[in-house]
C-alpha cells in the first residue's frame, strides 16, 4: 500500500516550504542581530513531503540554531549537560564569548 507523499527539496532557507513549520525564535541574552543567514529562524527544512508535513531539517551553521548572533563581546548561551550534586544530568546554559565577531 502507497501514502501519497509530494516531497519538496530545498536548497537553503530562502526556497519555497523551507520555513514550512518552524517559527523564528525568540532572541537570548544579549545576541544583538536577527542571523543574516536564516533570518531569525536558527533552521531550515532541507526536505519536506507536503501531504504529511514530516521534514528533514538542517540548524543553520551561522547561528548554531540560535537565530541570533552575536557582533559584540558578549557571551553566546549554548545548552550543555552537567551532573548535578545528587548525580544526574542536567540541562544548563553556558555563557562563551562570541566565535563570531564581526
Ligand atoms: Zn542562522
Do not use: F
Not at 537570548?28 to 513531503?49: E, K
Amino acid at each position: 500500500m502507497s501514502h501519497a507523499s509530494n516531497i519538496v527539496h530545498c536548497t537553503g532557507p530562502g526556497d519555497p516550504h523551507a520555513l514550512d513549520g518552524i517559527s523564528r525564535r525568540h532572541r537570548s541574552g544579549n545576541l544583538d542581530l536577527l542571523c543574516p543567514t536564516c533570518g531569525g529562524y536558527g533552521q531550515w527544512n532541507t526536505q519536506i513531503d507536503l501531504v504529511s508535513n514530516r521534514s528533514i531539517r538542517h540548524a543553520c551553521p551561522k547561528c548554531d540554531g540560535r537565530g541570533w548572533i552575536e557582533t559584540g563581546d558578549d557571551m553566546v548561551p549554548s545548552h550543555d549537560i552537567e551532573r548535578s550534586e545528587a548525580g544526574h544530568p542536567v540541562w544548563t546554559v553556558r555563557l562563551d564569548p562570541s566565535d563570531d565577531r564581526e
